[in-house]
């Protein structure tokens, strides 16, 4: 009887001990996907309410939006915008470039989209209006972007002092843009469009353009999560900017320098 008792016992102990163990290893494991869930939580880029998918688009009037500034006119050639960090961040570069006697010049800044389709659609149906299509939709891209797919509809690109390559490959151009390689960088600025010696896709190198990196990225990547080829429209040749390939191949055809 003593024996049987004692059986009972211990096949109790064992099975409230498994119980135990079996909650445990329950609990546990309700705890890890918690975790994991809140991981991946994580992982969702979040963005600030004004970026959306028209302000990426260009489709805004920057001119009436408090985010943006006129740079001033002994800095610029003529009535530019750009936002406010873009040129608190370029005044600090100027003012730098200054002391080594450089002196730097924006000479466009801001375009939202119908600025952009005035000058795409100038060049379809005059400057190259004589190439065949598609090829004149490539001809145009070699310097100048398709509306909805342009960095300076964000207010953070900037071209200075010349829109030639030429004026940056000797004299006082080389040393300017000699000063902003070694310098740019410091302030926030990078070339996107540089040689494409080392299989960068889309527009030819662009000495003059700069982007104020801090906030293009992430600008680019809520362009990349949520702009499809159907926003990509209303402006001739549009029908071609899926064939291109325009946003694999140029709105992220830029220097691995604006990718890390």
């Given at each position: ?92 570069m100027e003012m730098a470039a200054q002391k080594e006697n450089i002196h730097l010049t924006i000479i466009s800044g801001t ?41 300076h509809h964000w207010g953070t690109d900037i071209d200075l002092n010349s829109l030639n390559n030429t004026y940056f490959s ?91």
């Amino acid at each position: 009887m003593g024996f049987f008792k004692l059986s009972i016992k211990l096949t109790l102990l064992i099975f409230c001990f498994g119980c135990f163990a079996n909650c445990k290893k329950q609990q546990k494991n309700i705890e890890v996907k918690d975790t994991i869930a809140v991981q991946n939580k994580d992982t969702v880029p979040s963005f600030p309410d004004y970026i959306t998918k028209e302000y990426v688009l260009g489709k805004f009037d920057y001119t009436q939006n408090d985010d943006f500034m006129l740079v001033p006119e002994n800095l610029s050639n003529k009535k530019i915008y750009v936002r406010k960090e873009v040129l608190e961040a370029f005044l600090k570069m100027e003012m730098a470039a200054q002391k080594e006697n450089i002196h730097l010049t924006i000479i466009s800044g801001t375009r939202n989209f119908e600025h952009q389709k005035r000058i795409w659609n100038y060049k379809w149906n005059e400057k190259y209006k004589n190439i065949p299509m598609p090829k004149r939709a490539l001809k145009i891209l070699e310097y100048s972007s398709m509306p909805s797919s342009s960095r300076h509809h964000w207010g953070t690109d900037i071209d200075l002092n010349s829109l030639n390559n030429t004026y940056f490959s000797s004299g006082k151009g080389l040393n300017e843009y000699n000063w902003l390689l070694e310098n740019a960088a410091k302030f926030g600025f990078y070339q996107p469009y540089t040689s494409k010696e080392n299989g960068r896709t889309g527009y030819n190198e662009e000495k003059w353009h700069w982007s104020y990196l801090p906030l293009s990225k992430l600008y680019l990547d809520f362009y990349n999560q949520q702009i499809t080829y159907q926003d990509i429209n209303d402006f001739e040749g549009a029908d071609f900017a899926k064939e291109i390939d325009i946003i694999k191949n140029y709105v992220n055809g830029i220097s691995v320098e604006l990718n890390k």
